[in-house]
């Protein structure tokens, strides 16, 4: 039982170029979230799925778009880096969106861009 | 709309000296309330949370958290600080977004340094 993974754990990227940071949960989660963490700043969430075939958006969701693949899989994409898009990116899951579920993260990729 | 204040960017405490970890919150229906912790390098793990059954909460690792209303207060604490502590803590709080979702906002995180 891995919990949630992600994938890179560490990228650099040029600004302009694009990427996609995968993450993954064997919990059988029904909502996964992606966060990224700036120093000070703590987590803001870019874009959630509460349930598999919906996406919504998050505080920061420009810049940004997401695939829930499947009910495992919740890709992040950034179509054109930007130096601003320097962050840690975490991934999380849940069972659920109602009140109370616990969110269990992934270990984060650490994203460069120059 | 919901919000959380974490008073105090950084805590430096001693070994073995009590905790308090500050959160005050907003919220416009009674919330869920989390600690969450962070150790370096890793993903978040929650450390303890409050769904309005008992007021106080006990967590992992000898934490601790008491849900005041009157306040809108949910601090964490400690009584004796170990080495193993030092991590970085983030209060969440979430409610009811209008469309039955409930999705946490953190706060901006507290550090805790433990002195030998």
């Known amino acids: 039982n891995a919990g949630v993974t992600q994938t890179p754990k560490f990228q650099v990227l040029k600004t302009g170029q694009s990427m996609t940071l995968q993450c993954a949960q064997d919990?059988?989660?029904?909502?996964m979230y992606w966060y990224r963490q700036d120093p000070g700043m703590g987590l803001r969430l870019i874009y959630y799925?509460?349930?598999?075939?919906?996406?919504d958006k998050g505080e920061v969701p420009n810049g940004y778009n997401v695939s829930r693949l499947n009910k495992r899989e919740f890709s992040l994409r950034l179509e054109s880096a930007a130096p601003s898009q320097t962050s840690v990116y975490f991934c999380a899951s849940s069972a659920g969106t109602s009140g109370g579920n616990t969110q269990y993260f992934g270990p984060g990729t650490r994203l460069t861009v120059l | 709309a919901q919000s959380v204040t974490q008073l105090g960017s950084h805590v430096s405490v001693s070994e073995g000296a009590l905790v308090l970890l500050r959160c005050n919150y907003s919220s416009s229906v009674p919330p869920y309330l989390f600690w969450y912790v962070q150790y370096p390098n890793q993903g978040l793990q929650l450390l303890l949370k409050y769904t309005s059954a008992a007021t106080l909460v006990k967590g992992i690792n000898g934490f601790e958290a008491e849900f005041k209303k009157s306040e809108t207060s949910f601090h964490l604490t400690k009584p004796s600080a170990h080495m193993s502590d030092a991590a970085e803590y983030f209060c969440a709080v979430s409610d009811d977004l209008g469309r039955g979702s409930y999705i946490p906002t953190f706060g901006r995180g507290t550090s805790l340094i433990v002195h030998p």
């Open positions: 799925s509460a349930s598999e075939g919906t996406t």
């Open positions: 919990m059988n989660h029904n909502s």
